[in-house]
Protein backbone atom coordinates (compact mmCIF):
# COMPACT_ATOMS: atom_id res chain seq x y z
CA UNK A 1 0.00 0.00 0.00
CA UNK A 2 1.18 3.42 -0.84
CA UNK A 3 1.25 6.50 1.92
CA UNK A 4 1.23 9.89 1.91
CA UNK A 5 3.43 10.28 4.90
CA UNK A 6 7.11 9.90 4.77
CA UNK A 7 7.96 5.98 5.96
CA UNK A 8 11.32 7.39 7.93
CA UNK A 9 10.01 10.78 9.50
CA UNK A 10 9.96 11.33 12.99
CA UNK A 11 6.73 10.99 14.77
CA UNK A 12 5.21 14.59 15.59
CA UNK A 13 4.86 13.44 19.36
CA UNK A 14 8.85 12.96 19.44
CA UNK A 15 9.96 15.93 16.53
CA UNK A 16 12.69 18.58 18.31
CA UNK A 17 10.58 21.74 19.02
CA UNK A 18 13.91 24.30 18.28
CA UNK A 19 13.92 22.23 14.69
CA UNK A 20 10.17 22.88 14.27
CA UNK A 21 10.26 26.56 15.12
CA UNK A 22 13.56 26.69 12.64
CA UNK A 23 11.39 24.95 10.21
CA UNK A 24 8.80 27.35 10.56
CA UNK A 25 11.58 30.26 9.53
CA UNK A 26 11.97 30.84 5.11
CA UNK A 27 15.30 29.72 4.75
CA UNK A 28 17.94 30.59 1.58
CA UNK A 29 19.41 28.07 -0.07
CA UNK A 30 22.91 29.33 -0.86
CA UNK A 31 25.76 26.67 -1.35
CA UNK A 32 29.20 27.58 0.31
CA UNK A 33 32.47 26.76 -1.20
CA UNK A 34 36.16 26.98 -0.48
CA UNK A 35 39.82 25.28 -0.96
CA UNK A 36 42.24 25.23 -3.77
CA UNK A 37 41.57 22.93 -6.83
CA UNK A 38 41.88 19.19 -6.01
CA UNK A 39 41.00 20.52 -2.37
CA UNK A 40 37.56 22.39 -2.82
CA UNK A 41 34.61 21.51 -0.77
CA UNK A 42 30.94 22.74 -0.79
CA UNK A 43 28.16 22.49 1.31
CA UNK A 44 24.56 23.64 0.72
CA UNK A 45 24.33 26.04 3.62
CA UNK A 46 21.09 27.98 4.74
CA UNK A 47 21.67 29.31 8.17
CA UNK A 48 23.48 32.47 7.41
CA UNK A 49 22.80 36.27 7.34
CA UNK A 50 24.17 39.01 5.88
CA UNK A 51 25.37 42.35 7.61
CA UNK A 52 25.96 45.59 5.96
CA UNK A 53 28.41 47.87 7.62
CA UNK A 54 32.22 48.97 7.46
CA UNK A 55 33.32 46.14 6.81
CA UNK A 56 30.24 43.88 5.66
CA UNK A 57 29.89 40.62 7.02
CA UNK A 58 27.91 37.38 6.59
CA UNK A 59 27.67 35.02 9.61
CA UNK A 60 27.16 30.81 8.58
CA UNK A 61 26.77 28.12 10.62
CA UNK A 62 29.15 25.32 8.85
CA UNK A 63 28.93 21.78 10.40
CA UNK A 64 32.48 20.80 12.30
CA UNK A 65 32.71 17.13 10.63
CA UNK A 66 32.53 18.81 6.95
CA UNK A 67 34.98 18.54 4.78
CA UNK A 68 33.74 22.77 4.02
CA UNK A 69 35.30 23.51 7.32
CA UNK A 70 38.21 22.48 6.67
CA UNK A 71 38.84 24.23 3.70
CA UNK A 72 37.80 27.35 4.72
CA UNK A 73 39.96 26.82 8.33
CA UNK A 74 42.90 25.79 5.82
CA UNK A 75 42.39 28.90 3.36
CA UNK A 76 40.81 31.20 5.16
CA UNK A 77 38.61 32.18 2.62
CA UNK A 78 35.27 31.70 1.01
CA UNK A 79 31.98 32.05 -1.63
CA UNK A 80 28.51 32.04 -0.68
CA UNK A 81 26.43 31.78 -4.04
CA UNK A 82 22.76 32.26 -4.27
CA UNK A 83 20.94 29.76 -5.72
CA UNK A 84 18.23 29.61 -8.03
CA UNK A 85 15.10 27.63 -7.76
CA UNK A 86 16.38 25.68 -10.92
CA UNK A 87 19.74 24.51 -8.94
CA UNK A 88 17.52 22.18 -6.09
CA UNK A 89 19.10 19.42 -7.51
CA UNK A 90 22.57 21.05 -7.03
CA UNK A 91 21.29 22.26 -3.64
CA UNK A 92 20.60 18.63 -2.51
CA UNK A 93 24.12 17.24 -3.81
CA UNK A 94 25.68 19.83 -2.49
CA UNK A 95 23.90 18.79 1.02
CA UNK A 96 24.60 15.49 0.53
CA UNK A 97 21.20 14.65 0.19
CA UNK A 98 21.62 13.03 -3.45
CA UNK A 99 24.42 11.23 -4.47
CA UNK A 100 26.42 12.41 -7.46
CA UNK A 101 28.46 9.97 -9.23
CA UNK A 102 32.14 11.83 -9.78
CA UNK A 103 31.71 13.87 -6.31
CA UNK A 104 29.54 16.97 -6.12
CA UNK A 105 31.19 19.09 -8.41
CA UNK A 106 31.07 17.02 -11.22
CA UNK A 107 28.68 18.38 -14.38
CA UNK A 108 28.58 22.06 -12.22
CA UNK A 109 30.54 24.51 -14.32
CA UNK A 110 33.20 25.75 -11.83
CA UNK A 111 35.53 28.44 -11.95
CA UNK A 112 38.57 28.25 -9.75
CA UNK A 113 39.56 31.83 -8.21
CA UNK A 114 41.27 33.48 -5.05
CA UNK A 115 38.67 32.75 -2.74
CA UNK A 116 37.70 29.11 -3.86
CA UNK A 117 35.38 27.26 -6.53
CA UNK A 118 33.21 29.88 -8.24
CA UNK A 119 29.77 28.50 -9.31
CA UNK A 120 29.31 29.63 -12.93
CA UNK A 121 25.69 29.41 -13.59
CA UNK A 122 25.24 30.81 -9.35
CA UNK A 123 25.63 34.80 -10.60
CA UNK A 124 24.91 36.15 -7.17
CA UNK A 125 27.75 35.55 -4.57
CA UNK A 126 29.69 37.15 -2.26
CA UNK A 127 33.54 36.09 -1.97
CA UNK A 128 34.88 36.53 1.76
CA UNK A 129 37.64 36.45 4.27
CA UNK A 130 37.59 34.29 7.14
CA UNK A 131 37.13 37.12 9.98
CA UNK A 132 36.93 34.62 12.78
CA UNK A 133 34.68 31.46 14.00
CA UNK A 134 33.59 29.87 17.23
CA UNK A 135 33.50 26.43 18.00
CA UNK A 136 29.71 25.60 19.32
CA UNK A 137 29.26 21.89 19.84
CA UNK A 138 28.08 20.59 16.26
CA UNK A 139 28.86 23.73 14.14
CA UNK A 140 31.64 27.05 13.67
CA UNK A 141 29.52 29.95 14.14
CA UNK A 142 31.77 31.83 10.78
CA UNK A 143 31.73 35.47 10.40
CA UNK A 144 33.49 35.79 6.71
CA UNK A 145 34.41 39.84 6.03
CA UNK A 146 32.97 40.64 2.45
CA UNK A 147 35.79 41.48 -0.24
CA UNK A 148 33.91 41.31 -3.37
CA UNK A 149 30.00 41.07 -4.57
CA UNK A 150 28.73 39.93 -7.45
CA UNK A 151 24.75 40.77 -8.34
CA UNK A 152 22.78 39.79 -10.84
CA UNK A 153 19.07 39.13 -11.95
CA UNK A 154 17.77 36.69 -9.32
CA UNK A 155 13.33 36.08 -10.14
CA UNK A 156 12.97 32.69 -8.67
CA UNK A 157 15.30 32.29 -5.99
CA UNK A 158 15.53 28.84 -4.26
CA UNK A 159 13.80 28.83 -1.02
CA UNK A 160 13.46 26.42 1.85
CA UNK A 161 10.19 26.37 4.56
CA UNK A 162 8.88 23.47 6.42
CA UNK A 163 11.11 20.33 5.50
CA UNK A 164 10.78 21.18 0.93
CA UNK A 165 11.62 24.03 -1.58
CA UNK A 166 9.18 26.76 -2.19
CA UNK A 167 8.45 29.32 -4.78
CA UNK A 168 7.84 32.65 -4.05
CA UNK A 169 4.39 34.79 -5.42
CA UNK A 170 5.04 37.63 -7.28
CA UNK A 171 3.70 41.15 -6.09
Known sequence: MIHDDHPFQTPP??????????????????????????????????????????????????????????????????VVHILGS????????????RPRPGGVFSGVAVEHGEWGPVLVDSPNRIF???ASSIELPFHHLVEGKIEKVEVADLDDPAVYFRGEYRHLEGK
Open 13 to 78: ADRDPVRQFRGRLVAPVTVVTAGEKGTEAALTVSSLMVAEGEPSSVIALIGTSTDLWEAIDASRRF
Open 86 to 97: ASRGDADAFAGF
Open 128 to 130: CGL
